[in-house]
T-cell receptor, first 117, second 110 residues
Framework: DSGVTQTPKHLITATGQRVTLRCSPR?????VYWYQQSLDQGLQFLIQ???????AKGNILERFSAQQFPDLHSELNLSSLELGDSALYFC????????????????FGSGTRLTVV | GIQVEQSPPDLILQEGANSTLRCNFS?????LQWFHQNPWGQLINLFY???GTKQNGRLSATTVATERYSLLYISSSQTTDSGVYFC????????????FGRGTSLIVHP
């Protein structure tokens, strides 16, 4: 157990639907990162939150959104799902990011496998 | 953005063999990490190694930041070493968000 908890582990849904993926970071970590892993694109960074605030954005589609709550858990919302959104979605957390030194101890959850049919 | 290239893309070994995986990056970096993704999809951080050499059991890693590459050594490989090995870097002056290479897929046969 890495300490980063993602639910659900598997999700099958139809095109056009909306889903929510949940992530609880490792205890003490304030930063949460979301990644999408697909066969053709590899591991792509989507978005980062630090202590409730959006910190950085990557290749995140407009149909996707995320937030981090006061208890530091984060949710990734995927809407108007397409077949191409089928992928493994990972959440990672890291120790406090001060902005002047890089974080370390990047820990991944076990992922949510999303299948859009 | 920074480019990360890993080689070889695929590697097949017999148990007990040694191997070297390489990661080249196109710009100076704040941080470099090696990860192992097991066949069940779990990503495990192996090393945080922006420079120098580190060892952990049968695994060791060396990063030569001035020449923009890192090497991951696996000695006396075991079937449990199978999976995909990723190198991830974040560029100097950037936002400290790791950019991942495409990985090296390793299969170790008994």
């Amino acid at each position: 157990d890495s300490g980063v908890t993602q639910t659900p582990k598997h999700l099958i849904t139809a095109t056009g639907q909306r889903v929510t993926l949940r992530c609880s970071p490792r205890s003490g970590d304030l930063s949460v990162y979301w990644y999408q892993q697909s066969l053709d694109q590899g591991l792509q960074f989507l978005i980062q939150y630090y202590n409730g605030e959006e910190r950085a954005k990557g290749n995140i589609l407009e149909r996707f959104s995320a937030q981090q709550f006061p208890d530091l858990h984060s949710e990734l919302n995927l809407s108007s799902l397409e077949l191409g959104d089928s992928a493994l979605y990972f959440c990672a957390s890291s120790v406090e990011w001060t902005g002047t030194a890089p974080p370390y101890g990047y820990t991944f959850g076990s992922g949510t496998r999303l299948t859009v049919v | 953005g920074i480019q990360v290239e890993q080689s070889p893309p695929d590697l097949i070994l017999q148990e007990g063999a040694n191997s070297t995986l390489r990661c080249n990056f196109s710009d100076s970096v704040n941080n470099l990490q090696w990860f192992h993704q097991n066949p069940w999809g779990q990503l495990i951080n192996l090393f945080y190694i922006p420079s120098g050499t580190k060892q952990n059991g049968r695994l060791s890693a060396t990063t030569v930041a001035t020449e923009r590459y890192s090497l991951l050594y696996i000695s006396s490989s075991q079937t449990t070493d199978s999976g995909v090995y990723f190198c991830a870097v974040d560029a100097s002056g950037g936002s400290y968000i790791p950019t991942f290479g495409r990985g090296t897929s390793l299969i170790v046969h008994p």
